[in-house]
């Protein structure tokens, strides 16, 4: 959806980190804040809504340039947590330009992933919008811990279509830029055709 | 919503409460001078002075927020639009001021209102808090009203910047009060 602040000639997008969970989604964004030089990002703000809480911040990744003279400003978007309520996804899904689903690597989160990443085709669905439509990558979260499945049955399991996919260790940071960076592509790429 | 619902109503002639309005918002020299500073900075497409202009951007964020929080129609975005070029002198004009309420129109469908409010309320200094209050109050008080939505958006406002409800009702009530004494 994207959109153009004129008066501060910036182009903003959003993109949410979606996932079960205790996945990492909220390791994931705070590690970009934590990386972000201050200058370039605003404050991490948690917002309580009626059942659960919104983690957010904004900031403007200098490697990615302009676009017809507008610089970019990301606003990273999650749930952390597990969430209670569905209107709690359904509401950080709104106007996003990116999604990344983060998996659990753990064995035991296999059916959490899945169930997960239905729920995400549903709410879009209700928004309006195919996850076909969106620029998505899967991130395979908590590589680094015992008991995690192999790619090939994260892949089977979540990704049939072949998006881009990234390994990583949130925790470490491994993995959380290299993320951002494959969907900050697609979504580059889709806002040339719109403009 | 009718006007007995109000926090706050200024009965009075179209005409005479703006002018009104208008006289509270610019009174204060001070801020006139850098609200004028912050729009001519956002004119630019190089700022000499970012800050400035972010500065600018962010209670103009704040107040659009507080003020359409009852929903704005035509005519008082209009009406906004005119209070906001006296407050800056002119530095921006009529058309820009609209396209940039229409960009934070876009901005509140896709983030919430919500969470635009606490995002500009983060970027406000710890000693422009009752300013960015007051800025807010005057340009809802534009039509005359302070509505509970509106005031719920103030209150709303005050506890992400750290002031309690009394004292936001009190700096409503205080601008209030000087809007009708110009009325008299």
Redesign the interface.
Known sequence: ?S???????EI?C?IVYYGPGLCGKTTNVQHIFDVSKPEMR??M?S?A?ESDR?L?F?FMPLDLGTVK?YKLRF?LYTVPGQVFYDASRK?VL??ADGIVFVADSQADRAEANSESLENLQTNLAETGQALESVPFVIQYNKRDVADVLSLEELRAALNPRGVPEFEASARTGAGVFETLKGLSRLVLSRLATQT | MSDTDAFIVLPADPMRLAAAVQMVATEDPKRTAWLRAGAEQSRSAEPTDPGAARRFQTVLELAFLVASADGLATAERASLSLLLESMIDGALDHATLELHFADLDSAVAMFGRHERLARAASDVSPDACEDALGLATIVALGDGKLSRPELDALVELGSHLGVNEDRVRDIARGFAARVQERLR
Not at chain 1, 3 to 9: D, S
């Open positions: 959806m959109y153009v602040n004129h008066l501060a000639r903003n959003k605003g404050k703000i917002l809504t919104t957010f904004d003279g606003h509401l709104r106007g």
